[in-house]
């Protein structure tokens, strides 16, 4: 039995980022030669000119993650707080 499973991975978390992760796509298939992208059949691409899209947005929207945890140093500030314990031993939260 089939079921419908919406917590796929192209679902769109913030919606009101649909467009610019739209553009940040045509902008990236067009640095990549593929000027015509949005019009073009994408099953008539290989599998490498596909990954190299979604390759290339996914480490685009790393790098500006980073920059935005980021302290302007290029280095991502910790999530984790270590807390000196009693026994002077580093304990995570």
Do not use: C, W
Not at 8 to 33: C, D, F, T, W, Y
């Amino acid at each position: 039995m089939a079921t419908n499973n919406n917590s796929g991975s192209k679902r769109i978390i913030v919606p009101s980022a649909r467009h610019a992760l739209n553009q940040m796509k045509l902008e990236i298939a067009s640095e990549l030669g593929m000027t015509n992208y949005d019009t073009m059949d994408k099953g008539t691409l290989t599998s490498r000119e596909n990954g190299y899209v979604g390759g290339n947005i996914t480490r685009n929207l790393v790098e500006m993650a980073q920059a935005s945890l980021g302290d302007g140093t290029g280095k991502v500030q910790s999530l984790v707080t270590p807390e000196k314990g009693s026994s002077g031993v580093n304990n995570f939260k």
